[in-house]
């Protein structure tokens, strides 16, 4: 504690250089201040800064809500300015209106028209077209591996596509999908003029689509920066400049926001919040789809024993972890489903902090002494919070019933580069790591389906491989949600995971940055900001 104490004492020392005047806010909106817009919005992200060809990103989340959604739209969007205390709903973008046919595979886009690529050619059924051949034709002069497997988590289920007429689109699926519409949001249109004049290996140098913001330059891996696209359908943006840094190191954000390097920061350190508040900025959280967890080795020694993964389960006291290490900025996870999602029961919170109980269960399971494990955690990255101090509180709560943790460390790109391969990175028997399950539902068969390419820890239940295809199948939305907390209920009790906590997506403004919206979502709508007095 008292490194906590002197912590805070030294930041608030350095504070007030350019945090003045407004006082901190724990909204889920930033204040409205007086004016009309415009000015540079400069923001340091966690995480390394995405490759910007469309969809390939390769930077998790952060990358795309930051960049690749700002300078792309897909047919569909998410609506994230309509409320903050649920989940956003999928709308229209590109697509102004879809329709689905009985055969529940077929599916009509109407698009919308007047619309303009960044570099001012038209929106139209071609470039969608163009688009799709480039992700899904291996044929097509523009398509390349990477595009193709990128695009495949989200596009992997169309099975044909044709232009009916000049604004409209027919979409054939697999198999009858329900979230169709949400995957859509993810397979993001290029310019087919840029992409021509660039060729698909200079693309990412270039980028151009139809969103919010043009790409005018980049410093690779350390910054962009887009400019407000003036023609943007929805109305152009109120910024004139985004910038965005990358600053893994979360007392380089905090540093950087103190001395007006940057206006806003993702994930601040939470030791600084008080000491952000105290000279200005705001503090801005709201819950949403998120999971930090580890995942166990099903298959691998005494995590093989669903009684030692519950063992665990019980040993760890996340309250802590959220209110003494994290601040309050997270909410235990009692369970596999996140607090703001349909699928969370608020009736099957069911591990609490009971070492007794933890004891018992790894003596029944024939460990009465313990047993000794190694986890992978990442330095850093998108929504990972802070990956080895939450690993460390854990691995004192787990040596107390007898389980002895070595913590392994790597950076959040080689840890998620591993998990695509089906591997872990440095060979341990867990990874820690943060996701959301429900943000985008087409990825939730990878994380606890049966099949999944990527390391999910040899997990498999065919019952929740069961729900999870029905769920999909249901166009329905309420229909899919009830499977889906079926689903994560089977989850919760063969606690494949180590649950954790719910982060509540903190970021720090300057008192200048005014009109965000946050709403209960990874992603951010930033149409509506502005810097300014």
Not at 95 to 110: G, I, N
Not at 200 to 220: I, K, L, M
């Amino acid at each position: 504690m008292s490194k906590h104490v002197r912590t805070r004492t030294r930041a608030a020392a350095l504070a007030a250089v350019v945090l003045l005047t407004t006082a901190g806010c724990t909204t889920a909106t930033a204040g409205g201040g007086d004016g009309t817009g415009g000015g540079t919005l400069v923001i340091g992200a966690t995480g390394k800064l995405p490759n910007l060809d469309t969809v390939i990103g390769g930077a998790g989340f952060e990358g795309k809500r930051l960049l690749s959604f700002q300078i792309y739209e897909g047919l569909t969007r998410y609506d994230l300015l309509e409320h903050t205390d649920r989940p956003p709903q999928v709308t229209g973008a590109l697509a102004e209106s879809w329709q689905v046919a009985p055969d529940r595979l077929t599916w009509t886009f109407t698009l919308r028209k007047g619309v303009s690529f960044q570099d001012g050619t038209p929106f139209d059924a071609d470039a969608v077209l163009f688009n799709l051949h480039r992700y899904l034709d291996k044929s097509s002069p523009e398509y390349t591996d990477a595009l193709g497997a990128a695009a495949k988590e989200y596009a992997g289920d169309i099975a044909s596509y044709r232009k009916t007429d000049d604004t409209h689109i027919e979409l054939v699926t697999t198999a009858p999908n329900g979230h169709f519409p949400e995957d859509l949001a993810h397979v993001l249109i290029a310019s087919p003029t840029a992409v021509r004049k660039s060729g698909t290996a200079d693309f990412a140098q270039h980028p151009v689509g139809t969103g919010p913001f043009g790409f005018v330059s980049q410093t690779e891996g350390q910054q962009v920066e887009l400019a407000a696209n003036r023609a943007y359908w929805r109305g152009a943006p109120k910024l004139d400049r985004l910038i965005v840094k990358a600053l893994p190191d979360a007392a380089a954000r905090t540093a950087a926001l103190r001395s007006g390097g940057v206006n806003w920061i993702e994930y601040p350190n939470p030791d600084d919040l008080d000491s952000l508040k105290a000279s200005g900025a705001q503090i801005l959280t709201n819950s949403y789809d998120h999971l930090w967890y580890w995942i166990l080795d099903t298959t691998k020694g005494p995590w093989a024993d669903v009684r030692v993964r519950q063992a665990a389960n019980y040993a760890i006291d996340r309250q802590a972890v959220a209110d003494q290490l994290l601040h309050g900025t997270a909410d235990p996870a009692y369970q596999a489903a996140p607090r703001a999602t349909a699928a969370y029961d608020p009736a099957g919170d069911r591990y609490s902090h009971d070492p007794a109980k933890a004891k018992k269960l790894l003596a029944d399971a024939g460990y009465p002494n313990g047993f000794s494990t190694s986890v992978t955690v990442p330095t850093g990255g998108s929504g990972n919070l802070l990956p080895v101090p939450i690993t460390e509180a854990l691995q004192r709560d787990l040596a107390a019933v007898g389980i002895k943790v070595e913590i392994r460390t790597t950076d959040w790109t080689t840890l998620i580069g591993a998990e695509a391969k089906g591997k872990v990175a440095l060979d341990s028997d867990a990874i820690a790591q943060s996701t959301t399950l429900f943000q985008s539902e087409a990825l939730l068969p990878l994380f606890v389906g049966s099949n999944s390419p990527f390391w999910t820890g040899h997990y498999a239940n065919p019952a929740v491989d069961g729900l999870i295809s029905a769920a999909a199948a249901e166009p329905e939305q309420g229909a899919r949600q009830a499977d889906y907390r079926t689903a994560l209920r089977q989850v919760t009790e063969d606690a494949p995971w180590l649950f954790v906590v719910n982060d509540r997506n903190p970021r720090a403004l300057a008192p200048t940055v005014h009109g965000l919206v946050q709403p209960q979502s990874w992603f951010l709508d930033l149409t509506t900001v502005r810097v300014g007095n």
